[in-house]
């Protein structure tokens, strides 16, 4: 892939090249066998339901995937792409999802790889975690959609997907909503250490770049994932039945792979996939974002995110930021939703 060949893509439905036998860079992993599309087990082994007042649960073969997403609102209103992180699901978005329709957006909300009902399409394509691939995974959707153009929103690995897509693709993208604003990560940068304290709160991921730590997540990942949204969103009291509606997202036959692989790229432990090169040498560049962008941040946000005055020079086009009040934590889009969803109707009026 070349870099003047990214914004351009063919919108055909349910397109998906064929996986060639090449060896693997390190760090990646395939599949012994390609999983079955359809309702993938939850965490009590009940099949992987929305309620109604949310959207409707579908798939659409796209890219490397059989992605699974929930649609909301009329189908000729103007695309919303919202995009969720770790360790949360397309739940995040629950409550968001409604208003937006309500005011005549059509919400596209999808499961990432290794979440949900999301599958590879084949056994053969490795389980890459990184940011370029899942970048793609979200153009991917919209050409298989025949979406040209979405606002785009995220928060977690969300948000970094959603500031990718504005600052590669901002042709495909009508405007932007990011949690913690500016997210784009650099490997080069990466490799340089941190004060201690800022270290500490990065503990997963240095646990994650151990076998020890890929074992554990695999045996304990409703705990890990239950202690990462206490620590990340220490004042939201979040009860059980919403705990376990997002945690059966986690049983993806992929989730362990994904995640750890994601971290693991991050630090540069593991080895990406060539086809990403391009992106990933743009997005290392640390773009600029032009398109219009309102960025927020909450008042009780435990996990590690950069100061609004840290990333305001990389918006160049109308830009607002968003601080909000009351104990709310990381998990923003779920936490305080009619804030996140004001911020959607408002950013397409800049």
């Given at each position: 892939m070349t870099e003047a060949s990214l914004p351009r893509r063919r919108f055909l439905i349910g397109a998906a090249s064929?996986?060639?036998a090449v060896a693997l860079p390190t760090g990646l992993s395939r599949a012994a066998t390609a999983a079955p599309?359809?309702?993938?087990?939850g965490a009590s082994g009940s099949p992987i339901a929305v309620s109604p007042a949310f959207g409707v649960l579908k798939e659409i073969d796209a890219g490397d995937l059989r992605v699974g997403y929930v649609e909301a609102g009329?189908?000729?209103g103007p695309p919303v792409l919202l995009l969720h992180g770790w360790p949360y699901d397309v739940h995040t978005y629950e409550a968001v999802a409604p208003l937006l329709a309500a005011a005549g957006h059509?919400?596209?909300?999808?499961?990432?790889?290794g979440y949900g009902t999301t599958r590879f399409l084949s056994a053969g394509t490795p389980r890459n975690g990184q940011q370029g691939a899942?970048?793609?995974?979200?153009?991917?959707l919209l050409d298989a959609l025949r979406i040209p153009k979405a606002l785009v929103a995220g928060c977690d690995w969300g948000a970094r997907t959603a500031g990718i897509l504005a600052a590669l693709w901002p042709e495909r993208c009508e405007a932007l909503v990011s949690v913690s604003g500016y997210l784009?990560?650099?490997r080069q940068v990466n490799q340089q250490p941190l004060p201690p304290a800022a270290e500490l709160q990065w503990w997963y991921q240095y646990y994650f770049a151990t076998e020890r730590g890929r074992l554990g997540y695999q045996q304990h990942r409703e705990a890990f994932a239950r202690l990462i949204w206490q620590l990340a969103s220490p004042q939201w009291r979040f009860d059980d039945a919403t705990f376990a509606r997002s945690a059966a997202a986690f049983s993806n036959p992929d989730h362990v792979d994904i995640v750890v692989h994601n971290y693991r790229w991050r630090l540069g432990l593991?080895?990406?996939?060539?086809r990403f090169d391009a992106i990933e040498a743009r997005i290392g560049a640390a773009p600029v974002i032009g398109i219009p962008t309102i960025t927020l941040e909450g008042d009780a946000n435990g996990a590690p995110h950069p100061s609004p005055a840290a990333y305001r020079p990389k918006f160049s086009g109308r830009y607002e930021h968003r601080d909000l009040r009351g104990g709310i934590g990381h998990n923003l889009p779920q936490e305080a939703p009619k804030a996140f969803a004001q911020a959607i109707l408002d950013v397409r009026r800049f």
């Open positions: 064929a996986a060639t599309a359809g309702d993938a087990p009329p189908a000729d059509r919400v596209i909300v999808p499961y990432a790889r899942l970048a793609s995974d979200a153009i991917a784009l990560v650099s593991a080895e990406g996939e060539p």
